[in-house]
Structure formats: structure tokens, C-alpha cells
């Protein structure tokens, strides 16, 4: 690893920001503004413009973006539109409720696919296999908006254990790690599985095999060990499922994280919030990326981003 | 893989080693929730209200949006106050107009105190609504107070004066001008707009509490509110999107009151004998407009009456909206200043519309578009869908019907810029002055409809009672209207709607205000 692989790294990462602050602002803009959905309909245009004003609003598009991102840099998404509060602010009160959901559900999400996975590869085309393969599959194809549904259904109103939405209890946390952990397990589950299948018939597990090594530290440090690439890859990209799932399941379990902030925004054209929300989520899911990129040269010494 | 190491010694290994980990799996459950099992009960005298949508705007001078009045309705008190049967004298007792309809001399209430025990004087009115009045006032209805007031005067401390520019019967009865509620003039220029938007002081029922920006409001009692102290000790209102999310919140008691209710939901609430609903009437009405100028055979009124017959509002009334809805006889709904009881109802009759659509020559196929708005707003719950189901009502009838779906906040944009699909959906939240729902459609100068209501008639019947000060005057105008609308039929009436909400068995009495769209009067609100 290179300080110029390093630099190289931040500077297409910056690049991917400005790109999605270029989107995001354009989106934002491209479907009416704030002031027309609050003010009323016989409000004259004059009030209006002058309220939009008041907002920053009426300046050239260009201008209002230069505004966006030179503050931005400074860390400054400018005041909510809605709330009247700083949004850099609202996000970062936010961010240790979306911080601690995703970590759960990653969690969750491993401790179900790992084993399973693992076990499925071991046995595989066994009744064990199959019924893995079943719950993937249901993992996968279950919206996440629905299994919370059913969670609140069967376990906060039938057999009333887990409250149905809200934060601050340990409990008000298990529904929704629960909803956002098994979407990600599912694909976790997959992957693992069909990696341990090809490092299970490596001509070293047979010579490890054959030097009558135990057969679980067979499994699980000489087949894990080599698997663990694509595993790891998978579960860096279920990161960018859990932001987009916690804006889902924020919403259904009233979770205070940014995604449940970021869908009221979007619907009230709150500008500075959602392009506040939307960056902080790329600079969370580039900085998970380049994290994964170096834990790539640990796992597997044969990896290396220095030229040679 | 089981036949490379083939053993069957592994099975039972595997056994065994799955049972581990689905212990661990269980633990780790049980070590989650086990803890903190169960939700936190009710505490003694506060009440949590689940709502689709929050408003964190304190400031009335500075009003952007109406949503506002679901906060102010807690903390402040207009000149009038919106009540379960209509507006009622508040913080003035009694007023008196002018002959010449200029001058309204207000009588205040005395021994009214703000939050921080200064009394309430005409100072305080002055400066309400004179700092609505100024130039760079961040209201967005402020036009419609700068068209009619001029200045303020107090007569004394408890008698204010409005000099007006031209007669405002409209004042008393629409809620976004009677309502206006009033702050304290030494305390607002003590903390200025910031420090009151963090911190309002009003002489409402309610003293502001926790605010958590995006997700709750909590409100606690204020003991010395003239009409009474509320009879619970607090209010929390939580933003919850999701519809079973609330309907699942109320079935724990994690709330106590919630709204929004489609009609799914409410189906299930209504079946429920552990739920009430209660409606605030008439809160919204809706109708259908046509744009004539990318429409043209709308200019016939055949085709106009062929769509409101086409249109099976019983069955959406019924159907969709659970009742909480019933079909219109005009953009008056019986809550409004205007409203004549009597007037026919389009019935359904799609035979009738087809032969219409014959005579006037409009062919089957002929393409029109339309818009479906994908949420709904105060004025109509479940709004898609009942757009739906008369987009298929007007293909029934022999219409190719292009949709195009939009939110809110493109449908304003589109609103807006004057630009409307060819037939298009025409809702009024809160329609309580018939001079407003006028203002908003019928006159030939409104944005709303692309211009395509041109009747000189109207605009002279809205001039005309814009200035009639003798209500009764005033109200024979209005009705006038409304009769000859009937007959013009620019608009096809759709629904009166009502803002449904579901109490569960906690509460013991609670009637929200005519119109009032939000859960209001709260104050009054009793418990078991």
C-alpha cells in the first residue's frame, strides 16, 4: 500500500462526491420547491418569490449549487427548510440512531449467514441446504417494508414482546435489526456458501485433509480463511443495502436515524436536508469501501495495490 | 462435500453444532429483549398522538404553511378561536364594526396572562398583526391581510382598533385571518424571531416543551389558561409514517390518538371494539375543473355534466373513504360561510353521460389527460385512489384517460405554473369562507385553473361580498353563488371530506373543532 495508492484513492472519492452533490442537487430541483408546498394557493407570487428569497431560493441555479458545495466543504448543508434547524446539525444528531441499527443488523446478518452458510456448503444438497437456501430466499424476496410489518404484527401485537416502534429501549432494537438483518443475510448466506463450496474442493483441503488434520479447523481456518474475499466483498456491499433498507425500516419502526429524516425531506423538498442526508450517506458508504480495500491486502497478503 | 469427508460420525457432530448455534442464536434474542421487555405504560395524565405528519414551526407572524395551527392550536389563542361547532370569541369578547364597514373596535378579554405571567393587552394585538403586515413578513398569507388592514390602534389596554382599507367580513370567518394567533409583543422583541421560533410564548392552553426536531412535539399544561387548565397534563405528538405502524401504536397504547387513516386501516379500526373514531367535520372539499384551453369541448357544459355523471361518487364515498366522506353538492360544504342546504347532486348515471357526450360530439376514444395525485392532503384522504377510480369512471363513459402521477409538491409546481392536465382534481383544505373557495376557482384572475372559469357574474358576486360588512348581506351573496354554479356547473362537485382519527379506551371524552383538519383542543380533552 502506497501513500500514492492512498491519494489516488481520495481523490476518486471526492470525484464520486461531486458527482452525486451534482445529482442530488439537480434532483432535488427538478420536481417543484419547498415554498409552493408550504405557502397557500391564492398566495401571490410576489409572497412567494419573497419567502423563496428568504430562502436563498431565488438566486441562479449555479449560484445556489457554488453556495451548496463551498459550504458543504466546510461542513455546512445550510438551514432545513422544514425544521429551521442547521441540517449538518439534525444529521449528526441522527447519525449514532442510523450508526447503531446498521451495526446490529450487520451483526445480526453475519451471526445468521455465516453459520448457515457455512454449514450449507459442509452439507450441502442436504435437507439442512435446503432449508438455508429457503430462508435466503425469503430473506432476499421479502420486501423490507413488509417483514416489518409482519414482525410488528406477530411479535408487538400478538404476542405483545417487542414494542412496536420508537428508540431508547434495548427492545425498541430487536424488530429492526431483526427486518434489516435478515435482508442482508440472505445474500451474505449465498455468497458464503458458494465460496466455501469451491475452497472445499481445493487441492489443499484434500492435502490438509489427508494429513489428518482435524476436520473442523479444516473448515473453518483453511476453507473459511480462502472464502473470506468474497465474503467480506458481499458484505461490504450490503452496507449500501443497509443505508437504503434503514430508510425503509427507519420509516416503518419510527427509528430517528437519517433515513427516516431524509424520506420526510424528500417529500417536502426540504433542500439543504436531503442533500445533507444523501452526502452524508456517500461519504459513509465511500469510507466503508476504502476501509474494505485495505482489509483486502490483510486477508490476502497475495493482494497488493503497490506497482511493481 | 458430505462424501469427501464421509463420516457419520459428522452428522452427529453437525447436530450438535447446529444446536449450538441455534442456542446462541436464542441467547443472544433473549439477552436483547429480554432485558427490556414490554413497553413503557402510559404515564398518569400525558398523551402521545401519532401523526403522518409534523409541523416544528412556533412562529404565527411568520406562517408558512397552515400546517403551523396543529402547534399554535396548543400554545397561543387568536381573537377567535376555532371550536368544535365553529368559530368562537377568544381573546376578544365582543367587537364592533364601523357603518361604513372601516374601523373594528375590539373588546379583549381581561385577566388573560402569556406563559410568562405578563398580562395580555392591545399592544400585543397591535403588534400580531401589524408585523404580519410588514414588507419582509416571512407569512405567506400575508396578502390577504395587507389587501384589507391598514393599521392597528389601541384604544386603550383592552381595546384594540383595526383601520381597515376596505370592509373584512372575511375576517371572522376564515380561520387563517380570525385565528391569527397572538404573541407577546414585549417578549418577541425581547428574544426576536429566533429566540421565539426556540422558545413561543403564548396564552394558549399549553406551555411549549421538548421539542425533538423531525420526530416529537410535547406540550405541558399551562395551569392559568383563562377558559380553564387542560385536564391532562401533557401532549406529545410523534411522527409515525407508517400507517400500521400507528394502528399497531394505539392497539399497544403506545398512543392514544392517531390520524391518517386509509382506508384499509380504517376498515380494521372500525372493527375494533377497543377503537373509537372521531371526526373533525368538513375539513376539506374537492371537486373536478377542466383546463379548456388544452380541453376546448369543456367549454360545453354537456361535457362537464356527462363527467359529473359519469362519476360514482356514492360508491368512492362508501367504498374508499369508509364514510368519512359523502358526495358534494357544490365546493360548499354545510360548514361553510355561503352553504345553502338543498342543492341537487349529480347522480351516477353513466348512460346519461354517454348520451351527453353524443349530442355535444365528443367520440368514444376521444384522449384526455388527467392527473393522479400519489398523496393525499387534509381535503381528501386515500386521494389516489379515489383519482383512480375516476380515471376508470371516466373511461367507462368512452374517455381514453392519460395519467399522469403526481406529489404534491409537483402537483403545486404544475398548479402553479398555470399548466393543469385536461381534466384535473380541485381539493380546498379547510374551505370554512365561501369568499375563499371563490377566490380560489370561481374567480376569472385564479391561477388554479389555468384561467378557464370565466364568468363575469362571479367575479362581481366575490367583489361584491368582499365588502358586504352585514353578514346576512353578506351570506345571500355567497349562496347566490353557489345557486348559480349549480346551474353553470364549471365545476363537478366530488366530496366533503372529514379528518378521521382513532382514540383508544384511555379517553374518556374528546370532540376536535369543526374543520380543524389536525387534533385540536386538546385542552379540553378528559381521561379515564
Redesign the interface.
Known amino acids: 500500500m502506497s501513500a500514492r495508492f492512498v491519494l489516488g484513492r481520495l481523490f476518486q472519492a471526492l470525484l464520486t462526491l461531486l458527482l452525486l452533490s451534482v445529482v442530488v442537487f439537480g434532483l432535488a430541483r427538478m420536481s417543484g420547491d419547498p415554498v409552493s408546498l408550504m405557502a397557500p394557493m391564492d398566495a401571490s407570487h410576489e409572497d412567494i418569490e419573497r419567502i423563496k428569497a428568504s430562502f436563498g431560493l431565488d438566486k441562479p441555479l449555479p449560484v445556489q449549487y457554488w453556495h451548496f458545495i463551498a459550504n458543504a466543504a466546510q461542513g455546512d448543508f445550510g438551514q432545513s427548510i422544514k425544521w429551521d434547524r442547521p441540517a449538518a446539525e439534525m444529521l449528526l444528531e441522527r447519525l449514532p440512531a442510523t450508526f447503531l441499527l446498521s451495526f446490529t443488523s450487520i451483526v445480526f446478518g453475519l451471526l445468521l449467514a455465516l453459520p448457515v452458510g457455512i454449514l450449507s456448503a459442509v452439507y450441502h444438497d442436504s435437507w439442512f441446504d435446503s432449508v438455508g437456501k429457503i430462508v435466503a430466499l425469503a430473506g432476499q424476496s421479502m420486501p423490507t417494508f413488509w417483514l416489518g410489518i409482519l414482525l410488528i404484527l406477530f411479535f408487538a401485537l400478538n404476542t405483545p414482546i417487542f414494542p412496536t416502534s420508537g428508540y431508547g429501549l434495548d427492545s425498541h432494537l430487536v424488530l429492526p435489526t431483526v427486518t434489516l438483518g435478515l435482508f442482508v443475510a440472505a445474500s451474505i448466506m449465498r455468497v458464503t456458501r458458494s465460496a466455501m463450496l469451491d475452497a472445499l474442493e481445493a487441492d489443499y483441503i484434500r492435502t490438509a485433509s489427508s494429513k489428518g488434520l482435524p476436520k473442523w479447523r479444516i473448515i473453518l481456518v483453511h476453507a473459511f480463511k480462502n472464502s473470506a474475499i468474497p465474503i467480506l466483498t458481499i458484505t461490504a456491499l450490503q452496507m449500501a443495502t443497509i443505508l437504503r433498507g434503514a430508510v425503509v425500516t427507519e420509516t416503518i419502526f419510527s427509528w430517528p436515524g437519517i433515513g427516516q429524516l431524509a424520506i420526510d425531506a424528500v417529500y417536502g423538498r426540504d433542500f439543504p436536508l436531503v442533500q445533507g442526508a444523501v452526502m452524508f450517506m456517500g461519504v459513509i458508504f465511500l469510507l466503508v469501501n476504502f476501509v474494505v480495500d485495505m482489509i483486502y491486502v490483510l486477508l490476502d497478503p497475495r493482494i497488493s495495490y503497490v506497482k511493481r | 462435500?458430505?462424501q469427501?469427508?464421509g463420516c457419520s460420525e459428522?452428522k452427529t457432530?453437525?447436530r450438535s453444532?447446529?444446536k449450538q448455534?441455534l442456542g446462541?442464536?436464542l441467547l443472544?434474542?433473549a439477552l436483547?429483549?429480554g432485558?427490556?421487555?414490554?413497553?413503557?405504560a402510559a404515564p398518569e395524565g400525558q398523551i402521545v398522538i401519532a401523526l403522518t405528519s409534523l409541523d416544528?414551526?412556533f412562529d404565527p407572524t411568520a406562517m408558512?404553511?397552515?400546517s403551523s395551527h396543529m402547534n399554535y392550536d396548543y400554545i397561543f389563542d387568536g381573537l377567535l378561536n376555532l371550536g368544535e361547532k365553529g368559530k368562537y370569541p377568544a381573546l376578544a369578547e365582543s367587537w364592533v364594526i364601523s357603518d361604513d364597514g372601516l374601523t373594528i373596535d375590539f373588546k379583549l378579554r381581561e385577566n388573560v396572562t402569556f406563559h410568562d405571567g405578563s398580562p395580555f393587552t392591545a399592544e400585543d394585538v397591535k403588534f400580531t398583526f401589524e408585523k404580519i403586515l410588514e414588507p419582509?413578513s416571512?407569512n405567506?398569507?400575508?396578502?390577504?391581510f395587507v389587501k384589507s388592514l391598514d393599521h392597528v390602534e389601541v384604544v386603550d389596554a383592552h381595546t384594540a382598533r383595526f383601520v381597515l382599507k376596505q370592509p373584512w367580513p372575511g375576517f371572522f370567518t376564515t380561520a387563517?385571518y380570525g385565528l391569527t394567533p397572538i404573541v407577546s409583543k414585549a417578549y418577541y422583541e425581547k428574544v426576536g424571531a429566533k429566540g421565539f421560533?426556540e422558545k413561543p410564548i403564548g396564552t394558549g392552553p399549553f406551555v411549549l416543551g421538548e421539542v425533538?426536531?423531525?420526530?416529537s412535539t410535547t406540550f405541558t399544561a399551562y395551569e392559568n389558561y383563562w377558559d380553564g387548565a387542560p385536564k391532562i397534563q401533557s401532549a406529545t405528538q410523534?411522527?409515525?409514517?407508517?400507517d400500521?405502524?400507528r394502528y399497531?401504536?394505539l392497539?399497544?397504547g403506545?398512543a392514544d390518538i392517531i390520524s391518517g387513516l386509509t382506508g384499509p386501516l380504517l376498515d380494521k379500526i372500525k372493527t375494533n371494539s377497543d377503537f373509537k373514531v372521531i371526526s373533525a367535520q368538513y375539513v376539506g372539499t374537492s371537486g373536478i375543473l377542466f383546463n379548456k384551453s388544452t380541453f376546448p369541448a369543456a367549454e360545453d357544459k354537456r361535457v362537464r355534466m356527462a363527467v359529473g355523471y359519469a362519476i360514482n361518487t356514492k360508491d368512492i364515498a362508501e367504498k374508499i373513504q369508509g364514510g368519512i366522506c359523502e358526495p358534494a353538492t357544490s365546493m360548499f360544504t354545510p360548514a361553510t360561510f355561503g352553504y345553502i342546504d338543498g342543492l341537487p347532486r349529480i347522480p351516477y348515471d353513466p348512460e346519461k353521460a354517454k348520451a351527453l357526450l353524443k349530442e355535444a360530439g365528443v367520440k368514444p376514444g376521444t384522449k384526455i389527460t388527467f392527473t393522479i395525485q400519489t398523496?393525499s392532503f387534509a381535503a381528501m384522504p386515500n386521494t389516489p385512489q379515489v383519482l383512480e377510480v375516476v380515471a376508470g369512471n371516466l373511461e367507462a363513459v368512452g374517455f381514453q384517460v392519460e395519467r399522469r402521477s403526481v406529489?404534491?409538491?409537483?402537483w403545486?409546481?404544475m398548479?402553479?405554473g398555470g399548466k393543469p392536465t385536461d381534466v384535473f382534481y380541485s381539493p380546498?383544505s379547510n374551505p370554512d369562507d365561501g369568499g375563499?373557495v371563490m377566490?380560489?376557482y370561481f374567480v376569472s384572475w385564479?391561477?388554479?385553473t389555468a384561467k378557464s372559469i370565466q364568468q363575469p357574474k362571479y367575479d362581481e358576486l366575490f367583489n361584491e361580498q368582499l365588502k358586504a360588512s352585514d353578514p346576512e348581506k353578506r351570506l345571500k351573496i355567497l349562496q347566490d353563488f353557489a345557486k348559480l354554479e349549480v346551474e353553470n356547473r364549471e365545476d363537478i362537485p366530488l366530496l366533503w371530506c372529514n379528518a378521521p382519527f382513532a382514540i383508544n379506551k384511555r379517553i374518556k371524552s374528546w370532540t376536535p373543532s369543526l374543520g380543524g383538519g389536525y387534533p385540536t383542543d386538546i385542552y379540553k380533552l378528559e381521561l379515564n
Not at chain 2, 140 to 144: P, Q
Not at chain 2, 212 to 215: E, N, Y
Not at chain 2, 238 to 242: A, I, M, Q, R, S
Open positions: 462435500m458430505l469427501d469427508f459428522m457432530r453437525f453444532v447446529l448455534f446462541i442464536g443472544s434474542a436483547m429483549g432485558s427490556s421487555v414490554g413497553v413503557r416544528q414551526k408558512a404553511s397552515y419582509d416571512g405567506s398569507y400575508r396578502a390577504g387563517r421560533q425533538v426536531a423531525g420526530k410523534v411522527l409515525v409514517k407508517e400500521f405502524t399497531a401504536m392497539q399497544r403506545e398523496s406529489d404534491t409538491s409537483a403545486l409546481a398548479m402553479r380546498i375563499e377566490n380560489s385564479s391561477g388554479w
